[in-house]
């Protein structure tokens, strides 16, 4: 049995986002901006693709930007909302301590612009709290940006509210969700979400294609100079094959939420509840506000990278923080974020399940991972001084 567990890396794609794609790379393979009819099938196809992902999100479709992806989405709309800032002189954005890296390497480049970024700190319960941001929101504040949903510890944060204290505060208002799309009901305008990052390959979608919604009125800047594609505001032909892979895995996504997502929150769950009992450990994230498919633990006297290959050769494909860190020797800085201390850090594991999983995948893992614990630990010299008292427990 090899159980893929790795979903918040990305999905495998579904038979209707493959179906879906398949026309548009040898039949109507036009380019959307030539004028012939081959062109405008492409044409009336990418606006087709565009409603579908304005229904899902409840916009509408000229509020949508296609994109190469969720990094691309972050990137235009953080330096979009920075620039129309700059002309009010405000220079002050809000964010979180453990946003993606599309997110923060933005900001940092911003910083060095001369901007000031507000980390809001994420260690209390793993989350924010919409009080935090109305707390931290100044006269120069220009914008706020704080993901929908974290993906590495599953944290669901409080968007509705945050979305509420911007509209009363007027500040512009981003989310990166990028996790949340297609996992949990979302509705731009009940929750005053003034732009929203997404990508197709997070919900059984294609990779390197994704969306920014952009609420009307609000003038993005260019990250892709070229031709007027996108409004004038995304520069480059058309991805049609993706765009439309995209759109359809979208749909059934979102259409399908409350028929999926209740029964991978009860695999989730049983994970947790059966790796909790290894002793040692702590579940990171919200255990409440939690996305339906996240199982993330610290298990102290072990190592992360050795504890993903064992679990590779006995049939799961985990994670350990966010697969942009690992291969570096950095522990990643979302459980640093939420205050494990760099040696407990280090001993992390991310299961992320999708409804593609089943409950025998689950008895599988619930099988290996306490049995290749076991033997990390046994081998370990940090565990032994654990053992004997030399080192004191944290967790
Ligand atoms: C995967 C991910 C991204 C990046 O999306 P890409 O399409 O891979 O560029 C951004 N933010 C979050 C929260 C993600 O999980």
């Known amino acids: 049995m090899y159980v893929y567990a790795d979903n918040a890396a990305t999905t495998a794609m579904s038979r209707a986002a493959i179906d879906a794609m398949v026309p548009y790379f040898n039949k109507v393979f036009g380019n959307p901006s030539s004028l012939h009819s081959m062109g405008q099938e492409a044409k009336e196809v990418l606006e087709n693709a565009r409603q579908t992902v304005a229904n899902c999100l409840g916009c509408e479709p000229r509020e949508i930007i296609f994109t190469s992806g969720g990094s691309e989405a972050d990137n235009q709309a953080i330096i979009s909302a920075a620039r129309i800032g700059a002309k009010k002189g405000k220079k002050h954005i809000i964010s979180t301590a453990f946003e993606h890296h599309a997110v923060l390497h933005t900001l940092q480049r911003l910083e060095k612009e001369g901007y000031e970024v507000t980390?809001?700190?994420?260690?209390?319960?793993?989350?924010?709290?919409?009080?935090?941001?109305?707390?931290?929101?100044?006269?120069?504040?220009?914008?706020?940006?704080?993901?929908?949903?974290?993906?590495?510890?599953?944290?669901?944060?409080?968007?509705?509210?945050?979305?509420?204290?911007?509209?009363?505060?007027?500040?512009?208002?981003?989310?990166?969700?990028?996790?949340?799309?297609?996992?949990?009901?979302?509705?731009?305008?009940?929750?005053?979400?003034?732009?929203?990052?997404l990508s197709g390959h997070k919900f059984h979608g294609p990779k390197g294609v994704g969306a920014l919604y952009v609420r009307k009125g609000i003038v993005l800047t260019n990250v892709i100079e070229g031709g007027a594609q996108e409004r004038g505001k995304r520069a480059g032909t058309e991805n049609i094959a993706g765009i439309c892979g995209m759109a359809a895995a979208m749909k059934d996504a979102c259409d399908h939420i409350d028929e999926n997502m209740p029964r991978v929150a009860a695999m989730r769950d049983r994970l947790i509840e059966g790796l909790s009992q290894i002793p040692h450990s702590a579940l990171n994230g919200d255990s409440v506000n939690r996305l339906p498919g996240n199982v993330n633990f610290c298990f102290e006297g072990i190592e992360g990278e050795s504890l993903l290959l064992l679990l590779d050769m006995k049939g799961v494909a985990a994670s350990s923080g966010s697969a942009c860190t690992s291969g570096s020797l950095d522990p990643s800085h979302v459980l640093l974020a939420i205050g494990r201390v760099h040696d407990v850090a280090h001993g992390s594991l991310r299961l992320s399940l999708s409804e593609y999983n089943t409950d025998e995948e689950v008895d599988h893992i619930l099988k290996v991972v306490p049995e290749v614990v076991q033997y990390l630990r046994n081998m370990s010299p940090v565990w032994r001084d654990l053992q004997v008292g030399k080192r004191q427990y944290i967790l």
């Open 119 to 197: 980390y809001l700190d994420v260690s209390q319960g793993h989350n924010i709290t919409a009080q935090q941001v109305a707390d931290a929101i100044r006269e120069d504040t220009c914008l706020v940006t704080v993901m929908y949903a974290n993906n590495e510890i599953g944290s669901v944060l409080p968007i509705s509210e945050i979305g509420a204290v911007c509209k009363e505060k007027k500040v512009l208002f981003h989310t990166d969700a990028v996790q949340a799309v297609g996992h949990i009901h979302i509705n731009v305008k009940e929750q005053n979400i003034d732009m929203l990052s």
